[in-house]
C-alpha cells in the first residue's frame, strides 16, 4: 500500500529562514543556559560540572516555560563473544529512562551470555527493569562486518523498535568498542532544539578508489545462508556503476531520524527495496546504504547533516580500521564536542578517565542525570533512587555540542556539504 509521507516541511527543502529560524533557537538555547547558569553552574572549571538549580528544563508538562519538548533516542548497543561485559558498561554510561534500548549479541556470542545480559536488566542493582524500556534481542543474527548482514541486523533492530517502541524521535548504531563522552542529559537537552528530521551521516558521493575496491566487485556474504561466520567471497565478475541512482558512502556510524528510517523499513516507494538489494552483494554496504538512499530522494536529501558525531582517529594514509584510542587522545576528544567516539580496545584506562572526568560514573554505576535522586559520593548507585525523567541537568559539556551543532548547521557550511 502506497503510504504518503512527507517531512514536516511540505516543499521538502529547508529555505533560508528555516535555517534562520534554527540558529534563532540556538543562539536562545545559548542565552537560556547562560541566563541559568548564573550563579547555577559549579564554579570548578571540570568538564563534568552540573547545573545546581534543581529545575525541570523540558518535562512534558513544562510548556509553560516556552522550552521545546525532550526528544527520545532510541540505541542499537552490538557486539560478539565475549562482549557481554562491555555491553554492560556501555548501556550503563548511556542509560537514561527517556530512551529505548536494543540490545544485540550476534549468533557468535554464546546463549549464556545474552542470559547475563537478560539478568541484568531485571536484577535489584538495576534501575532498567523499573521503566522497561531496554530489550535484549534474544534470536541473534549472525554478522559479517563486510557483508550485508550487518545492514540486516541493523534495520531489524530499527523494525523492532518501531513496533516496541513508536514514540522516539532519533535512532543511534553504538558498537562493544564504542562510548559516550557525554551524558545523555547533555545530548536531550541540546537536540530538543533541532528539527526532528534531520539525519547525521557522513557522506560523499567522491568515492574515489572506492567504486574500484568497492562498487564494482560482485561479494557473497555467507553469513546470509551459514549458521557460522566465514567472512565473503569474491566473484569473479565485476559490474558497471549504477545509472539509476547516485553512489554515495562514508561512516558506518549514524544518528537518523524516526521519519527517514520508517520509510526504509516499510518502503512505501521502491527505493529502500531497489538499493537494499543492490548493497546485497556490496562490500562494507553499511558505509553506503543509508547515505545513498537519502541522496537519491527528494524527501529525505535536504535533510542531511554530513557528520556522524564521533570522534574517530585514522592513520595516514588510513588503514582498514581507525585508531584504537587512548589516554593520549583524551583532550582532543573532548575538545570536538561529539556525543561519542570510536572504537576503545576493551578497558583501555581511558575509559575510567571518561567516566571519572566526564560523566561522573563510578565504576559499575549509571551515569547520573537529573532523574537520579540518590546521595551522590556514596557506595550506592544514586539513580537506584530515581525521580521525574524529564528532569535534565546539563553539564558544561553540552556547550561543546551546541559549538559544533552551530558550526555543522551554519548556512555557509550546511548545504554545500549536503549530498555532494
Known sequence: MKRNHLPHYSDHKWPSPLLLLVASALFLLLIFTLTLGHGRYSDS????DFYTAELDLRGDGNARLGLPK????????SGSRGDGSRLRRILQAVYHPRNYYLLHLDLEASDDERLELAKFLKSEESVIGEFGNVMVVGKANLVTPKGP??????LHAVAILLKKASDWDWFINLSASDYPLMPQDDILHIFSYLPRDLNFLEHTSNIGWEENQRARPIIIDSGLY????????????RRSTPASFKLFMGSSWVMLSKPFLEFCVWGWDNLPRTLLMYYTNFLSSTEGYFHTVACNHRDYQNTTVNHDLRYIRWDNPPKQHPISLTLEHFNDMVLSGTPFAHTFAKDDPVLDKIDKELLRRPRHHFTPGGWCVGKPGSHKDPCLLHGNPNLVKPTLNSKRLEKLIVKLLDNENFRVKQCK
Request: overall charge positive; proline content about 3%; aromatic content about 10%.
Open 45 to 48: 572549571s571540570s568538564a563534568g
Open 70 to 77: 525532550l526528544p527520545r533516542l532510541a540505541y542499537m548497543v
Open 149 to 154: 548482514t550487518m545492514i540486516a541486523s541493523t
Open 226 to 237: 551459514h549458521s557460522k561466520k566465514s567472512g565473503v567471497f569474491w566473484a569473479k565478475e
